[in-house]
């Protein structure tokens, strides 16, 4: 009979410790506050985490990279644009006394062949003989 009153008084027991485990809210530690007194007026400064103390310095380290990436990048003298390449002195060309002028051909009337035209209100063009007239 005393096992079962044992048996009893735990779950009693137990059943008490749930109770009020679900009655009394748990609540997060406020943050420690040390005052200090600096000509007759009390300032309150809280206790900085290591946390957020990583975090500052990452969000430090960020602003510095960015910042030297954009000093970087428009920093740079800008390339000239109408500079151009030297031209090296034209060399004169010889040309023999004997060659003989080339045969003149007698032009007639051409042959034009129209091979497509492509409308477009800005812009049409035709093309004719494997060229783009405009």
Known sequence: MSIIND????????????????????YKAAPEIRATQENGQFKAAAKVEKKEIASIMWIIFLIVFAGAAVWFFFSRAPEPKDVQPPVAPAQSQVVPAATKPAPVRSRGIPQFTLNG??????????IVNNEILT
């Open 117 to 126: 035209i492509v409308y477009d209100e800005e812009r049409p063009y035709a």
């Open 7 to 26: 048996a009893l008084k735990k779950a009693q027991l137990r059943k008490e410790e749930t109770k009020k485990s679900q009655e009394a809210p748990v």
